[in-house]
């Protein structure tokens, strides 16, 4: 999923004809291999591109092991009885550089303590809000949970409503998607099936809505307006994103973590 991710974004960097191919050559991903505290095997791969039509982009990979804190693992289910925890998981953090075209997530997960469960979803934060990228952007998270539990969808999407939320402004993040955690309810083939089902309709999805809207010209009002949009990215995964929190909490490589941040961003 990695690898099809980068050659997707890759191709669009190709393909632009828009105002986005005056800023240089088609990007393409650097990768960067981490271990976590010098240990064979556990750690991950960063993978991120800085190029024209995305300004950053971030598909990371990493497998790492060891023991929740005594503060952190009263949090975690089944580390309370054993501390001990292995987990997997790709994310995916996209900052187009056209205002017109919105910044996406993805991440799955798949995390082991005395119970094994996985987590994830994807969710599309734009700058100005189109309906039908919207709509197809649901409806393709909507197919993927259908194919396993019809309720799925409507469970996923409000639980998406409900996390990417910024208290403090009293907003949402973006226009939503899905995310679920502690999913351990088919088994582990059904359960990991579905998970790979998410990142399948990211990848069908997102180039996509990427392509309807990448050759648009933009204005410097525009401009600012996203980056104040993702001032308010920033304020989220510093201040409640468990992703990051997770990672920095078990020792994880913080620039990796920290890949979700924008490379420029402003606050009104």
Known sequence: MRDRLC??????????????????????????????????????????LRGRVFEKAGVNVSSVAGEFSEEFRARVPGAGQDPRFWASGISV?????????????????????????FGGGGDLTPVFPDE???????????AACDRFDPGWYPRFKKWCDEYFYLPHRAE?????????????EGGFARDFAF??????????????????????????????????????????N?????????????????EAILMSLPPLAAWP
């Open 172 to 184: 949402a993040r973006g226009v939503g998607g899905i995310f679920y955690d502690e999913l351990a």
């Open 132 to 142: 039908k990228d919207t709509a197809d952007f649901h409806a393709a998270f909507r």
């Open 93 to 117: 953090v996209i900052h187009p550089r056209s205002p017109r075209v919105p910044i996406a997530h993805l991440n799955t997960r798949f995390i082991v303590t005395t119970k094994g469960w």
């Open 195 to 236: 998970t790979q089902a998410v990142g399948e309709a990211f990848l069908d999805v997102y180039p996509r809505i990427v392509r309807r809207h990448m050759d648009e010209p933009w204005t410097e009002a525009e401009r600012q307006a996203q980056l104040v949009k993702r001032g308010r990215y920033v304020e989220f």
């Open 238 to 254: 510093l201040l409640y994103d468990r992703g990051t929190l997770f990672g920095l909490k078990t020792g994880g490589n913080a």
């Open 7 to 48: 050659a997707a974004l890759e191709k669009i960097e190709d393909e632009v004809r828009g105002p986005a191919k005056e800023f240089g050559e088609a990007g393409r991903f650097a990768r960067k291999s981490w271990l976590r505290q010098g240990v064979e095997g556990d750690g991950g791969v960063m993978a991120v």
